[in-house]
């Protein structure tokens, strides 16, 4: 079973949208992560075996803002994270 967690995103021109990050929660397998975006322009990311920090993630799925362009970066993480 894969469990999903969604972090807001905001842009610095007021564009908002969210990190989706799906993982493998079931006991005894081995465990991966995805990460995508709604509302914002990403190819995703994937890791095995391992869980994917913000700084990593931003650096390996560049995410860019549909409206400014401008490329979001860990700091772009909305309050309430």
């Known amino acids: 079973m894969a469990s999903r967690v969604r972090y ?6 007021g564009h908002t949208g969210e990190l989706v990050l799906k993982e493998n929660d079931t006991p005894y ?3 991966w992560e995805e990460y995508s975006t709604i509302s914002f ?3 995703g990311y994937q890791v095995q075996g391992r ?3 913000f700084q990593e993630l931003f650096k390996e799925m560049p995410v860019k803002c549909p ?3 401008t490329r979001l970066t860990e ?3 909305a309050e309430g994270k």
């Open 75 to 77: 700091a772009n993480l």
């Open 8 to 13: 807001p995103l905001k842009c610095k021109c």
């Open 41 to 43: 322009d990403s190819d």
């Open 51 to 53: 869980t994917a920090g």
């Open 67 to 69: 409206q400014c362009g």
């Open 29 to 31: 397998s081995s465990s």
